[in-house]
């Protein structure tokens, strides 16, 4: 008989298309599958209730899945280095199987482990997290990829391998120590917000519903923000529960020939691959902004702003709904991420990084790569970003992306007897009418924190100081 095969779990929380879980499944008789709760990660300021929420629940799905092919999954707690050390002399394991991650945190650990691992197994990572690994994709002189398009058009180029079935049976050695999940209260968290079921069930159940009902109408919807036109599958991509490969491969499916809809929901698979190999090519991005020059904004960071903005009290309908969605679902439209972004940034004139902060710690689906990347696109600070000179006017947006202000009112209930005319500027309402639809300004709902021509003005200024170029002629508001 073979020496079994610890697989580590991390971020590849599913049994199907798991590279490395398969190929341990091949190389022996037996399988170790641990999960180690980490309490360097658990004590991170970043690290959110609903993430850890969403984590253990997959982890029970996780474990489910398993028993039912006959093993169970192995939870332990502490140092990853020390457990596994322990757990190859408790199984006189052959090797230690993972998939590997981009975030300089995990690569230092992963370098940890290794280290005290030399001499005693094998240890092997496998690429698993995207359609391609993130430094395989560079230009003709060999550098990596800053752009997106070139990049998509390049990882298009390539053949995307097939996504592989779960294995049908797993054996886990008898008699082996582990300690039962922990409850989110033993980990010392707590929270009321209303979340999608996580695990690799939801993931696959979330994916067929998506591509039967919503996918064929993914390019014209994914942006209004009432309706949710979105997948809904960013949770179980960031942690793991749905292979990218088998997303990749069933919107070609189901649209063997190609279509828009399909063409742009590709697209967002290959934005989360772009990026991964951004920060694994220029992790500076963890801490500073990809353009150097913008380390130096001088942002005026005033914390009451910062306070209103997070808790959904700006004046601007649109940006606090979007901040109320976050707090009370840990999660956040695409669209909606981008329009609070500028807000905080370039209205505010908050350093990204402060934004970027709360949104880790509230969104389920919060990943360092993409969130990082979104922030410092929004901010026009990073790798491919939105021009400085373009800057979306809040109001504008949300007459563009919810005319009717439904998804204003689902998420502020101070604003749902406003009529149409006035979701969007409830400032607007004469008094009489405020009184009469129970929103009156400063007192059930706030007046607008800043006025956005002005700070639009200061934005353009405080960026074209940091760039040290002429300011571009015919600016653009972003609408």
Known sequence: MTRPIIHWFRRDLRLDDNTALLAAYAAAEAIVPVFIVDDAILRRPDTGANRVAFLLESLRDLDAGMRARGGRLIPRRGQPEAELAWLVAETRASAVYFNLDVEPFALARDARVRARLAGRCAVEGFEDGGLTAPGAIKTKAGTPYTVFTPYKNAVLAQPIARPRPAPAAIRTPPDLASEPLPTLAELGFATAAILPPGGESAARARLSDFIRAGLERYATGRDALATDGTSGLSPYLRFGCLSPRRAYWAAREAFPEGSPDADAWIAELIWRDFYRQILFHFPRVETGAFKRAYDDLAWENNPEWLDRWRAGRTGFP????????????????????????????????????????????????????????????????????????????????????????????????????????????PARMP????????????????????????????????????????????????G
Request: charged share 20%; net charge positive.
């Open 318 to 425: 649109i940006v606090d709904a979007a901040m109320r969605q976050l707090l009370t679902t840990g999660w956040m439209h695409n669209r909606a991420r981008m329009i609070v972004a500028s807000f905080l940034t370039k209205d505010l004139l908050i350093d990204w990084r402060q934004g970027e902060r709360h949104f880790m710690t509230h969104l389920a689906d919060g990943d360092l790569a993409a969130n990082n990347g979104g922030w410092q696109w929004a901010a026009s600070t990073g790798t491919d970003a939105q021009p400085y000179f373009r800057i979306f006017n809040p109001t504008a947006q949300g007459k563009k992306f919810d005319p009717a202000g439904d998804y204003i009112r689902r998420h502020i209930p101070e604003l749902r007897a406003v009529p149409e005319r006035w979701i969007h500027e």
């Open 431 to 478: 008094l009489d009418a405020q009184r009469a639809f129970r929103c009156v300004i400063g007192s059930d709902y706030p007046a607008p924190l800043v006025d956005h021509g002005r700070q639009r003005a200061k934005a353009l200024a405080l960026y074209g100081r940091a760039s040290g170029g002429p300011m571009p002629s015919g600016l653009q508001s972003g």
